[in-house]
């Protein structure tokens, strides 16, 4: 394929973005539709580790059978390798245009007011209702309060922050040496295929290294670093892919050659998941999270794998397959992130509620996460009427 054929692509895939967009700022309609997606996926996961997927959950309410964990391990096995590097990706892209804006000193503001607030609400009031829920209603225990900095799921904001102000930093030093924009990378097109299995090499390695150290599942000051290196990565390629407009530029070619890599090593975890669970073998499954093990090495090769294969073909499926958005899907794009502030004490009750309903349990998951996710949209919808909620919540 020739550059003038590539540059014509571009050019259109641009021109799609920019109609469907509304008056300035432009809409991106399919980054709103694809922040859609992932925070349904996080309800999901969160309800899957509930009935029975491995991973640390207060409620829980056990399998009746032994393909569910099977089924519901795999499910976020292959949703952790993508789907919250996925939501740095996106607030990596956002992060400079904002920054150029909004000036230094309005950008950290705006960022306190953002993932503060929400952060401090979380800590305060929302852990209290959701320990309430656990203690009175799940171990039919006695309620006290709580008075302790537990971020829980919203571990995302406080990383989120963190990154963001070493960005600033970053970006403070970086505008005194030069006036000229940052050097980028690639500003032509997407990174070649060459770079990113660099990439994939470099980042295995070095995820490998940290779990010698942090197994997956081991938590540090509220975060998990078994999975960081994945996500600091994820959220400075997204400013770079800002700078040099490569959702725009990635082609139907590379995409689909990455969609075809994530369908053929995605069963690779499925048969080292299956065999492991139904033989009761607990220590090699224990391998896979971490430490000096071949087994360690390859599920950080496999989710590495996986980060860039699905990342990159959803990134062209929502371009092209999903950049218009009707009125519900506005709606939802308007709701994401409070529905994933409060998602999980919506579910927590929705788990309590049906624990006493006696059906298969994969039935139980997709009514459980249906009603789970209509309740935190319409919430969502209702909360951000609240005065002064939009200047928080969006």
Known sequence: MNANTEDSKYQKAKKRVEKTSATPPARLFHLDNLRVYLTILVILHHTAIAYGAGGDWSIVDPAVDDISPIFLTFFTAVNQSYFMSAFFLLAG?????????????????????????????????????????????????????????????????????????????????????????ISQCYQDRFPPNTALVLGIIILTVLTFVVRLRFPVGSWVAGLQPAHFVHYIFSFYVGILARRGDWFNRLTKRQARQWGIVSLVVIPIGLVSISVDVLSGNEENFVKLMGGMHWPAFGSALWETILLVGITVFLLYLFRERFNKAGPLLRSMAKNVYTVYIIHLTVLWGMTIVFLPVNIPTILKFFIVSFITISLSFLLSALIRKAPYARRVLG
């Open 93 to 181: 892209y956002f992060t400079p245009r904002s920054l150029d804006r909004k000036g230094r000193a309005r950008f950290i503001k705006d960022r306190l007011i953002r993932l503060g607030i929400p952060l401090l609400l979380f800590t305060t009031i929302i852990l209290n209702i959701n320990e309430y829920l656990y203690i009175v209603y799940y171990l039919k225990g006695s309620f006290s309060p709580i008075w302790a900095y537990s971020p829980a799921h919203l571990w995302f904001l406080q990383a989120l922050l963190i990154f963001t102000v070493i960005y600033v930093v970053y970006r403070v030093f970086a505008d005194r040496i030069t006036s000229r924009r």
